[in-house]
């Protein structure tokens, strides 16, 4: 069934065409890579389904209904979270209130001790076990990243945008997000993950959606989208492909 | 025991006027008066940090409500039209303005005070044909004094709650990351415009309340933007994100000012520019958080040692 579809989106920034006329669906328990060199329209299609961004033209369904009119906050109560290119901490907050700020306000809401309870449980599942009373601002890079995710998760959404959540990390903190990541698709929610860490992305992803200059190049299987000649000319040349 | 020590000093509080002169009371109201308008401030600019210089415009809003309206009705029925009147106004304003952000929300609120000064001078003159007027009610300085201590202790409980409920949190993730507030499901622009109605509610009763006192009034005196400065002064010195942050600032501020008004009423405006910019430098969180970085670097010394 399928859960997210995007149909003919376009983005303009003015003269500029970020999204072009963009299509693709996504089943429910899917995990899909969107790939594509840096300024391909990755983070612009992510904006626009997660409402950060309107479409200029097209739409986007969850479950069958329209979201691409609706605003972030609306998107959020209908089962979209995510996390950002550049990590986006509340600083001033503690690590258990970044994650009650999403328990708090999302769609079921949850507040009190039972908030408290969760909030271990997913602090658990990043392996940010104990961590709650923490300042969010004196987390390491990798951390502020499980915080993101465990904040994402908190909202208990249905479909997870990643937009480069494993870039920046050495090879032993990769290791354990691909396996935090592999952890949460087995739990059956959706994930769409913007990456540019390819071993993730084979690990990770049963299919790719592959972007260049704003339209789609390629959709299919990973093992068959990495190796079509477009896909590899787009990223490395023609002298490669 | 934890409410009973708030308690004893609101009554201890409430028991000066019977042992003071007219000069300290007045004085007492002065603190209560900023104290009210610091802690209401605090309550939205606080976890926010969308410097507000409305202040004075909702301020003026309960003084000239209660001038006009104080012959025609019972006094607490003026007080209630004058919260009336100012939640009105300040859904509208914020319905139109809370989607500024930085520099456009502080100048927008600042000209929002002189546009209500500016609509009042003219409505004045131009239909009524009488600039000031006169407030006369059996309204004795140790009631108004009360009064304001009540107003006071209803915002600070006020205050308490919001930084314990569920939109005290919603605010401080705006204040942090709107971006991310949005994304985690909080309605930002109705959070902010219930927190910033609350707030402007309290400003419109503190100059309600304080309109017997001057007996005579005039856009000048009511609609004055130093009251703004004032008040933003004040917070920040104690800390806007302090429960007592606002009060802390507001007592030793308005005697030091009424000092200075008293004994240089020709360089009040300079100095009160030049501290302006010293609180702003040096304890941009306010004196509480100075505080409490002192002691925890004087805890991790002693730790190391």
């Known amino acids: ?241 | 025991m934890i409410f009973l020590i708030p308690l004893l000093a609101l009554a201890a509080l409430a028991a000066v006027p019977f042992f003071v002169g007219a000069y300290p009371l007045g004085l007492g109201i002065g603190i209560l008066g900023y104290g009210v308008l610091a802690t209401a401030w605090a309550l939205f600019s606080g976890p926010t940090r969308y410097i507000s210089l409305a202040t004075v415009a909702f301020f003026g809003i309960g003084a000239y409500t209660v001038a006009v309206l104080a012959d025609l009705m019972p006094y607490p029925l003026v007080l209630l039209c004058a919260a009336l009147i100012g939640l009105v106004v300040a859904l509208l304003v914020g319905l139109a303005t809370l989607r500024l952000a930085g520099i456009y929300f502080v100048i927008f609120t600042f000209g929002l005070a002189e546009l209500a000064r500016q609509l009042v001078t003219y409505y004045e003159v131009n239909v009524t044909r009488t600039l000031g007027r006169y407030v006369f009610l059996p309204i004795g300085p140790e009631h108004i004094y009360w009064q304001l201590l009540g107003l006071l202790a209803v915002t600070l409980a006020l205050a308490f709650w919001i930084s314990r409920a569920k939109i005290g949190l919603a605010l401080r993730v705006i204040g942090d990351d709107p971006v991310v507030a949005s994304h985690l499901g909080i309605g930002i622009t109705r959070t902010k415009l219930a927190l910033f109605s609350l707030s402007a509610v309290v400003m419109t009763l503190a100059g309600a309340i304080q309109a017997p006192r001057w007996t005579y009034i005039e856009p000048s005196i009511v609609f004055n933007p130093t009251v703004s400065f004032l008040t933003v002064i004040m917070a920040l010195l104690g800390g806007p994100n302090r429960l007592f942050g606002p009060l802390l600032g507001a007592v030793p501020l308005f005697l030091l000012f009424e000092w200075l008004s008293a004994n240089f009423p020709n360089h009040y405006s300079i100095i009160l520019g030049l501290l302006f910019i010293a609180i702003v430098f040096l304890l941009p969180n306010g004196v509480l958080a100075a505080w409490d970085k002192l002691t925890a670097r004087f805890k991790n010394n002693e730790a190391r040692a």
């Open chain 1, 1 to 241: 069934m399928s859960l997210l579809t995007l149909s003919n989106v376009t983005k303009r920034f003015g003269g500029l065409t970020a999204v072009n006329d963009l299509s693709f669906t996504l089943t429910a328990g899917e995990t899909v890579g969107l790939l594509g060199p840096n300024g391909s329209g990755k983070t612009t299609a992510l904006n626009m389904i997660s409402g950060y961004l309107p479409v200029t033209s097209g739409s986007i369904a969850l479950d069958g209904t329209t979201i691409s009119t609706l605003g972030p906050e609306r998107i959020a109560h209908r089962g979209v979270a995510r996390t950002f290119q550049l990590v986006r901490a509340l600083p001033s907050l503690t690590v258990g209130e970044n994650v009650l700020a999403a328990l708090a306000f999302r769609k079921d809401p949850l507040w009190g001790s039972k908030a408290e309870a969760k909030i271990e449980n997913l602090l658990a599942d990043v392996g940010l076990a104990g961590r709650q009373q923490e300042q969010a601002s004196n987390l390491t890079y990798i951390d502020l990243k499980r915080m993101e995710l465990a904040r994402a998760l908190a909202t208990e959404p249905k479909l997870l945008l990643l937009d480069e959540w494993l870039a920046g990390l050495n090879p032993t903190e990769l290791r354990a997000g691909i396996d935090l990541i592999t952890r949460l698709r087995q739990s059956g929610i959706t994930i769409l993950l913007v990456e540019h860490v390819m071993d993730a992305v084979r690990a990770l992803c049963t299919r790719c959606i592959v972007m260049n200059t704003g339209s789609r190049l390629a959709d299919g299987p990973t093992a068959d989208v990495l190796a079509d000649k477009s896909v590899i000319r787009a990223y490395l040349g023609d002298d490669h492909a």
